[in-house]
């Protein structure tokens, strides 16, 4: 994560920068991958791109990012590009979702840190 985190004079938060993910690729151009991000009070928020093809405007949404006030832990719940029909996704389940959680070494301490950072999220449902 590169970026700025703004504070409005309401203690609303909002990220502005990049988030890189090793190995991912995403179907944005490299050089409009600015996001902006509106923190909620549990300091989550919707991981929306928006870029402009010749078609016009277009959105990919990558999922929802959950940080701590420090922004040392991370948890990224990541959108289903395609669901089992072969339509365009944008599904996440608690059940089997795909999660990027930093920094952790193993599954036990990233579903710790996703627990952690997710518990209003959650709303009593643990991940395992």
């Not at 928006?50 to 990224?76: A, C, K």
């Amino acid at each position: 994560m590169k970026g700025t985190v703004y504070t409005s004079l309401t203690g609303n938060k909002r990220f502005v920068g990049t988030i890189t993910i090793e190995g991912e690729e995403i179907p944005v151009p490299e050089n409009q991958r600015q996001l902006e991000i509106n923190l909620g009070k549990d300091l989550s928020g919707i991981m929306l791109y928006q870029y402009n093809e010749d078609e016009g405007i277009s959105h990919f949404l990558y999922g929802t990012i959950f940080v701590n006030r420090s922004f040392r832990e991370v948890t990224i719940t990541v959108m289903d590009r395609y669901s089992a029909e072969g339509n365009q996704g944008g599904n996440w389940s608690g059940d089997d979702g795909l999660m990027i959680s930093v920094p952790a070494s193993d599954r036990a301490e990233a579903l710790r840190i996703s627990n952690h950072l997710m518990k209003d999220y959650l709303d009593g449902y643990i991940l395992h």
